[in-house]
């Protein structure tokens, strides 16, 4: 069942160039009943904004600036996000900014039960980050879009903004299949996947240039999968372990 969605953007603070592919990936989550957006409309610098809002059906609400060096647009977010909230006809929030203002805001709104979605950019405070049940980061998306584009067009094109994997990545995507695996060391890579998310909220194997976490997990030679039936012989479930392990539990 689809979550009701209410998507808060901050208009100040994002640009309006990823309007389309954010809309998209909101929708991957639940149903997106509420959106709005954000800022001073008198302001020229939102002008990119007012050309996409039709088409996407957000709703623009004016906040004017009353005092230099406050951000009003914020304030006003925050209000209705309570609003919103206390009405109860949505699940689910989807804040997007890359401001740490708004760290409080999802603490609050998961303290009353809701899923909290942050979109922002890379450039995102980490307090915001994990006070968020997922964070994706929009230059993902671009990213994403742009492979797409270079598929139709028959063209390869550089990959920017992707993440190399760590030693510390090793380490944390090791011990989270540590967590959940059984005496044998393997362990489900449905609740490893889940996992992840709730020990790093913008954990992403899109931010390593995978679709997936299956061929993410794939690419690393520290980990090796088997794929088993389920119970009924229909579908395929995918199981992972750490290979050193085969040889600890296989005396």
Not at 127 to 153: G, H, M, W
Not at 211 to 238: A, C, M, V, W, Y
Request: net charge neutral.
């Amino acid at each position: 069942m689809d979550l009701n969605l209410a998507v808060l953007i901050d208009g100040d603070n994002i640009p309006a160039g990823y309007v389309k592919e954010m809309m998209e990936e909101i929708a991957k989550y639940g149903n997106p009943t509420i959106k709005r957006i954000y800022g001073d409309w008198t302001n020229p610098r939102l002008g990119k904004w007012k050309n996409v809002l039709l088409e996407n059906a957000i709703t623009p609400v004016q906040q004017y600036g009353y005092t230099q060096g406050k951000n009003a647009t914020d304030s006003a977010m925050i209000i209705d996000a309570m609003d919103i909230l206390y009405y109860g006809k949505v699940s689910g929030f989807c804040l997007v900014s890359s401001d740490s203002d708004f760290t409080r805001l999802a603490t609050r709104l998961r303290e009353a039960g809701m899923q909290v979605f942050g979109i922002g950019e890379r450039k995102t405070p980490n307090p915001f980050i994990v006070a968020c049940d997922r964070f994706i980061y929009l230059e993902i998306l671009q990213s994403q879009s742009e492979d797409t584009a270079s598929v139709k067009n028959n063209s390869k094109t550089e990959k920017s903004g992707i993440d190399k994997i760590t030693p510390k990545d090793l380490r944390f995507i090791a011990t989270t299949i540590d967590d959940v695996a059984d005496d044998d060391g393997w362990a489900f890579l449905g609740d490893v996947g889940s996992l992840l998310q709730k020990k790093q909220p913008n954990f992403d194997s899109r931010n390593y240039g995978f679709q997936k976490l299956t061929p993410l997990i794939n690419s690393i030679p520290h980990f090796e999968i088997e794929r088993r039936e389920d119970s009924k012989g229909r579908n395929k479930l995918i199981y992972v372990r750490i290979k050193e392990k085969k040889h600890k539990n296989s005396k």
